[in-house]
């Protein structure tokens, strides 16, 4: 009989705490709790990548009608259902937050729907009042929008709130040149929303290669998003309220209590900007960032170590200076990706139930922007690759047959990055319809190690748009 009510308390029911939860009970019969103080799922599948996703594929819908009028189809343009699509994107996430249930009463773990804090090393205490002892804590809690620091912020949405909205707004001005205020830019220009983005820094997607970075930007001006960079917002206010930054009642809402019933955007709002600018938006659209989620949990007081910005510091096992307990996922601000907290959370397993220490290996992982044109990329950028040693670099852009034939201006890019020594694939950079679909088995021979005459021996499949990634023959600048 253990000493513990536990072998392990999972913190956190997205997925990298889910499938940490599941596999330590299911496979290697551990006695398990899990507390989650929202919804199971957690932001992948509540609040991010799924709903996110299949936005993506109700926006791209919109370029359609033209595209197969172009192929000989009479077909007309339609219009977007906002209510008819949320009612079936609800009932979807209530769908898969019960699968997420489902799964983790199937393998055996116990469940609370608390928020959990941490008494001590090995003690948990919900918000239920209940405490519960484990031999091992594993906090997987996540991370959450961050506004910037600036008067009246708290009108202006977050990711979270654009899976609540009661209506679309007809116009949006979107801060950040990341992931998200990228994908959301397209996403909501599909929809039909006037779109106005605002970077501050010189180039959109900060951190990738340069190439696909200015194809993405000038193909989203081209689609009709308003995209400013080095451009910021200075202040905002109601655009009732006569001066900007005047007097606006404090009104938060966002991750902090997000609620599942819909609302409308704060709007209009005035926003004055870094260009001279001063305009009225429907709303505003914070995509400035994300935090990890570790405030008040008794972290602090017992130990741990955080970082600036409130990431839990673990070692290459995830474990943190409390050796009882572990961290994984976006709490930890390694690499923010679902399939790596996943991963995380298996390691984890590995190492503390199944005897068999793994470390997480976070290099050369694939992953994809889903910007319209989307964008897949493993591996190093020419910019990084250049710094590091001398490369060759093989790049192609040109129309796809589907869009040259319909006469739009849509282009593909397809890009490796060769080490002149080794000859490997450094990075592999592709801006082309489903390039999130093609990086991922591009990822598999660039994680292989394959070289430059691996992809060469390879035979094209023709005619598709990624044939070109094995027909590449000389480099376009060595470096
Ligand atoms: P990012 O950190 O990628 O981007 C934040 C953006 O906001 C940057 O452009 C940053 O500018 C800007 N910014 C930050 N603070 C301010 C400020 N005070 N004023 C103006 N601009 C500001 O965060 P995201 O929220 O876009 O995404 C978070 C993470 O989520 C990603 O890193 C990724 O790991 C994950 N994610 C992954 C997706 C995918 O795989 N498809 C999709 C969505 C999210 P600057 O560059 O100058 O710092």
Not at 125 to 138: D, M, N, P, V
Not at 353 to 373: M, R, Y
Request: glycine residues 10%; hydrophobic residues 40%.
């Amino acid at each position: 009989m253990s000493e513990f009510d536990y072998d392990l308390f999972v913190i956190g029911g997205g997925s990298g705490g889910v499938r940490a939860a599941r596999v330590a009970a299911g496979e290697a019969g551990a006695k398990v709790a899990l507390a989650e103080e929202d919804r199971y799922g957690g932001t992948c599948v509540i609040r991010g990548c799924v709903p996110k996703k299949l936005m993506v594929f109700a926006s791209e819908y919109a370029a359609m009608p033209a595209d197969a009028r172009a192929y000989g189809w009479d077909i007309a343009d339609g219009s977007f259902d906002w209510d008819r699509f949320k009612a079936k994107l609800d009932a979807e996430l209530d769908r898969l937050e019960g699968v997420y249930r489902k799964l983790l009463k199937g393998s055996g773990v116990e469940t609370f729907d608390a928020r959990a804090r941490l008494k001590d090393a090995h003690t948990v205490e919900l918000s239920t009042g209940e405490t519960f002892t484990a031999k091992h804590i594993l906090i997987a809690t996540g991370g959450r929008p961050v506004r910037p620091d600036m008067p009246n912020a708290h009108l202006g949405m977050v990711s979270d709130d654009i899976f609540h909205l009661k209506e679309l707004p007809k116009t949006v001005l979107i801060i950040g040149g990341g992931y998200i205020a990228c994908e959301f830019a397209c996403i909501l220009h599909g929809l039909g929303v006037e779109v106005t983005q605002y970077y501050r820094g010189a180039q959109i997607l900060r951190g990738f290669d340069d190439e696909a970075r200015g194809l993405i930007s000038d193909s989203m001006q081209e689609r009709g998003i308003k995209l400013h960079v080095g451009t910021d917002i200075v202040e905002m206010c109601h655009a009732d309220h006569e001066k900007v930054a005047g007097p606006v009642e404090e009104r938060q809402y966002g991750h902090d209590d997000l609620t599942d019933e819909a609302h409308g955007p704060e709007g209009p709002i005035r926003v004055k900007a870094t260009n001279g600018e001063e305009l009225v938006y429907d709303a505003v659209f914070f995509a400035t960032g994300r935090r990890p989620n570790s405030d008040d949990m008794g972290l602090e007081e017992l130990g741990l170590a955080l970082a600036r910005n409130g990431a839990i510091e673990v070692d290459d096992y995830s474990q943190t200076k409390v050796p009882s307990i572990y961290a994984i996922g976006d709490v930890t601000d390694r690499v923010n990706l679902t399939p790596v907290a996943i991963r995380e959370g298996m390691a984890f397993v590995e190492t503390v139930f199944k005897g068999n220490p793994t470390k997480v290996d976070h290099e050369l992982i694939p992953s994809a922007v889903f910007t319209q044109p989307e964008f897949g990329t493993i591996g190093l950028t020419e910019e990084q690759a250049r710094d590091q040693e001398p490369v060759e670099v093989y790049c192609t852009s040109f129309r796809p047959m589907q869009s040259a034939f319909a006469e739009t201006t849509d282009r593909v890019l397809m890009k490796l990055i060769v080490s002149q020594e080794t000859r490997k694939v450094l990075g592999c950079h592709i801006v082309a319809p489903g390039a999130g679909e093609m990086i991922q088995l591009a990822g598999i021979a660039v994680k292989m190690g394959a070289t430059k005459e691996d992809f060469d021996r390879t035979v094209a499949v023709h005619p598709t748009m990624s044939e070109e990634i094995v027909t590449m023959r000389n480099p376009v600048r060595k470096a």
